[in-house]
């Protein structure tokens, strides 16, 4: 009975941790969109020709009751930026008219959870990536050169 015990606990961690790992399950209408560096290299398009590192993460707090989209760098001591007058249909969902915070983020449009980037509005230039790979590169262990976008 112990050994059932045991495998049960251990599939359900193993479920949660790849869910966490996967940020399959976040917050309600919140994502989180882990970026990466190049160090001592170039990006040429999304790979980088030298030692990827980890970036910024750009956090994200939809209100659909608000129509707006809150937004914030982690760690930043900085105020968090707002948009409003926002198409909301969920926290991975949105669209929200440029403003003049929009030069302090990555985006004001996600879909499917993916920051959609706009070349015609002037905003920080990013490479996505994976949450758990952004936790290695945290640990400074290395995973390859090759961003998501």
């Not at 590192?53 to 914030?72: G, I, N, P, Q, T």
């Not at 949450?131 to 050169?145: D, M, V």
Request: aromatic letters at 10%; one cysteine or more.
């Amino acid at each position: 009975m112990a050994r059932t015990w045991l495998f049960v606990l251990v599939l359900f961690s193993g479920i949660a941790l790849f869910a966490w790992a996967t940020d399959s399950i976040t917050a309600e209408g919140e994502r989180t969109v882990y970026t990466a560096g190049c160090e001592q290299g170039v990006w040429k398009g999304s790979e980088c020709t030298e030692r990827l590192v980890a970036s910024h993460r750009y956090r994200f707090r939809a209100l659909k009751a608000h129509d707006e989209v809150l937004f914030w760098k982690v760690g930043d001591k900085g105020p968090s930026g707002k948009y409003t007058g926002c198409k909301v249909d969920g926290g991975r969902n949105w669209l929200c008219p440029p403003n003049a915070d929009a030069a302090r983020t990555i985006t004001h449009e996600m879909v499917h959870g993916r920051p959609v980037p706009d070349p015609k509005v002037a905003m920080l230039e990013f490479h996505e990536i994976r949450k758990w790979q952004w936790g290695l590169l945290r640990l400074g262990i290395p995973i390859g050169s090759d961003a998501l976008n």
